[in-house]
């Protein structure tokens, strides 16, 4: 329920506060909401805490290559699907200032990444799942090591540690990237979570502390590159309050008990949190940007919202638990072809 809230979170920061600063929505804007919605960029934080906590959790009980095969079939059908239909929208309706897609660059999403191969991404978000793949590539590394559960403490204080040093001193582009030294903090923080809601040791909240130290800094470490973008600095004092914000609002779910909502209903809702969060921002604004004038955004707005939310749930109900169990199925074997060929 919480990433279904966060995918939210960052549709508003986009619709409501980035599409008129930079323009991308033809001019249409919310500049009623634009204060609030100016910091609702911190469903991405609560996003990246979600994750180390569920990865951390998925990877109990499985092999590497399970691991792998299940983070593939989460993650790429659903990405090669909603970058298809961005592709197609975007080459009808465009978003000002952005080049047509063309061919090369659609085919490029493929491998997610599309930067791998000189490409852009079809849509803003999508650096975003950049991250997370490299996330989970080196949770598949150390869990392929025997690593991972084992000495997740040391691998965590030395993430931590390296982050930090990166941050404030080295200033590597390449570490920035390769260890995702910027968002590090939620990651870890995540992970540690995980591990001390089942047995709190001092040396674990030691850890779990640094974690919390490192993301509270993040916000500071990104603002110079909102201002890049945006040409506009936040407040220090509402930089400080959005990182603790984001780790409480994972934190709090976390620990307490679990709300009184149907698990099937649950589960719908968070379905919808992926497809959501890789269709709503390009073509968001290639709507508003066609559909949009100042006297019906709010119209184009809700309309735009319920249509997305409808192709999600298509998307969540019948496309990602068919792709899904055809890749574990083929996977399934051809490891199985493997170990009677060996």
């Known amino acids: 329920m919480l990433r279904f809230v966060s995918a939210m979170l960052v549709v508003v920061h986009h619709y409501a506060f980035r599409m008129q600063v930079t323009g991308e929505g033809g001019g249409i804007g919310f500049s009623e909401v634009s204060d609030i919605a100016i910091w609702l960029d911190t469903g991405l934080l609560i996003f990246f805490a979600i994750s180390g906590y569920v990865i951390t959790l998925s990877s109990e009980g499985r092999t590497a290559l399970e691991f792998a095969i299940g983070r593939f079939a989460r993650l790429w059908p659903t990405f090669v699907l909603c970058a298809s239909i961005t ?3 975007l080459y009808n309706w465009p978003v000002p200032g952005l080049p047509d897609p063309t061919i090369k660059q659609w085919l490029s999403h493929a491998i997610i990444n599309s930067r791998l191969l000189g490409q852009p991404f079809l849509d803003g978000a999508y650096w975003t799942i950049a991250y997370e793949i490299i996330f989970y590539g080196w949770v598949f590394v150390l869990m392929a090591a025997g690593w991972f559960h084992r ?4 691998i965590v204080f030395l993430w931590v540690l390296l982050s930090a040093l990166n941050e404030f001193h080295i200033d590597s582009e390449i570490l920035r990237k390769l260890l995702i030294t910027e968002y590090s903090g939620y ?3 995540g992970m540690t979570l995980y591990k001390v809601r089942y047995g709190a040791g001092v040396s674990a909240m030691s850890v779990l502390v640094l974690s919390i130290l490192l993301a509270c800094l993040t916000p500071f470490f990104v603002e110079p ?3 890049e973008i945006y040409g506009i600095y936040r407040d220090n004092f509402g930089l400080a309050l959005i990182g603790p914000i984001s780790l409480v609002c994972v934190a709090v779910c976390v620990l307490t008990p679990s709300l009184s909502v ?7 809702v968070g379905g919808l949190t992926y497809p959501l969060y890789l269709l709503h921002q390009n073509i968001g604004y290639s709507v508003f940007a066609r559909f949009g004038a100042e006297s019906g ?5 809700a309309l735009l919202l319920l249509s997305l939310l409808f192709i999600c749930w298509l998307i969540a109900r019948f496309f990602e638990p068919l792709s899904r169990r055809f890749i574990k199925r083929w996977a399934s074997a ?3 072809f493997g170990v009677h060929e060996r």
């Open 87 to 89: 592709a197609i929208v």
């Open 334 to 336: 051809q490891t199985s």
């Open 187 to 189: 990651f870890a923080f």
């Open 225 to 227: 590159k909102n201002f």
């Open 262 to 268: 149907s698990p099937g209903a649950a589960t719908i």
């Open 151 to 154: 000495f997740w403490k040391l």
């Open 297 to 301: 955004r709010w119209s184009v707005g």
